[in-house]
């Protein structure tokens, strides 16, 4: 036999073995995947489910508590600095809460409130306040 002859038989070998691999890593991977969905999970000790219904009345309770905030400090006039301005986002896990903002000037402070529905505001919002809303959901 010529070389030639002998190294397309080769690679031809070569090929058959990985068609050979892949066939048999594919079939591994679908009876791999069998077994998962056919076990059943081990039954649960009381106390352990019991554990779990007192972890989802806690999240449903913590739900409502305004932990989501933000505070965005920024200079409100152009002759003043410092950051001595301020908007704070309070919320809660459905968007309700307040945004409360303190705006400094040289020779007054004014401080307003404005309710939070479903991460938006009925009154118009400035862009401070639109941001700390904005960092308090996705923080």
């Known amino acids: 036999m010529n070389d030639s002859l002998l190294l397309a038989l080769a690679v031809l070998a070569l090929l058959l073995a990985l068609a050979a691999l892949l066939v048999a890593l594919s079939a591994s991977r679908r009876a791999s995947r069998r077994s998962r969905r056919t076990r059943r999970a081990p039954e649960l000790p009381t106390d352990v489910q019991g554990l779990r219904g007192e972890v989802h009345a806690l ?5 409502d508590a305004l932990r989501h905030l933000s505070v965005v400090r920024y200079d409100a006039f152009g002759d003043m600095g410092g950051h001595l301005s301020w908007s704070l986002a309070l919320v809660d896990d459905a968007g309700t ?19 939070v529905t479903e991460w938006s505001c009925d009154q118009q919002l400035s862009p401070e306040e639109e941001e700390a809303i904005k960092l308090a959901r996705t923080g």
Do not use: F, N
């Open 97 to 115: 809460g307040v945004v409360l903002t303190s705006i400094h000037g040289r020779s007054d402070a004014r401080t307003y409130a404005k309710g």
């Open 59 to 63: 999240r449903a309770e913590v739900s």
